[in-house]
């Protein structure tokens, strides 16, 4: 069973950046699509952003399009996210994981079969 971590978060001022990272163990991610997700106080997950098996697709919400980068580095196993200009709102615990299905591209988080822990992004206004 693959095992996610991420790594990255923390706490920045409105306007600021940060690189999310997350990096597998046990198991190749190279024929899976993966994405990222996250969690605010009160409210339920939401997809942030998602990306192909190859690296070559990225998918985002409509919230962090122009803002947030996704990428994967199928040589290190592993996937990144980008934030730039973040927001107040952009505040939550970020969240990656693996689609269950090879070659998969969804923002559907019940196609996702594995999970990290989450590292918390805070913004601050």
């Known amino acids: 069973q693959v095992q996610l971590v991420e790594s990255g978060g923390g706490l920045v001022q409105a306007g600021g950046s940060l690189r999310l990272s997350c990096t597998a163990s046990a198991r190749t991610l190279t024929n899976y699509g993966m994405g990222w997700f996250r969690q605010a106080p009160g409210k339920e997950r939401e997809f942030v952003a998602a990306?192909?098996?190859?690296?070559?697709?990225?998918w985002y919400a409509d919230s962090v399009k122009g803002r947030f980068t996704i990428t994967k580095d199928n040589m290190r196993n592993a996937l990144y996210l980008q934030m730039n200009t973040l927001k107040f709102e952009d505040t939550a615990v970020y969240y990656c994981?693996?689609?269950?299905?090879?070659?998969?591209?969804?923002?559907?988080?019940?196609?996702?079969?594995?999970w990290g822990q989450g590292t918390q992004v805070t913004v601050s206004s």
């Open positions: 994981a693996k689609t269950q299905r090879q070659f998969a591209l969804t923002r559907e988080a019940d196609a996702y079969d594995a």
């Open positions: 990306i192909s098996w190859s690296g070559d697709t990225p």
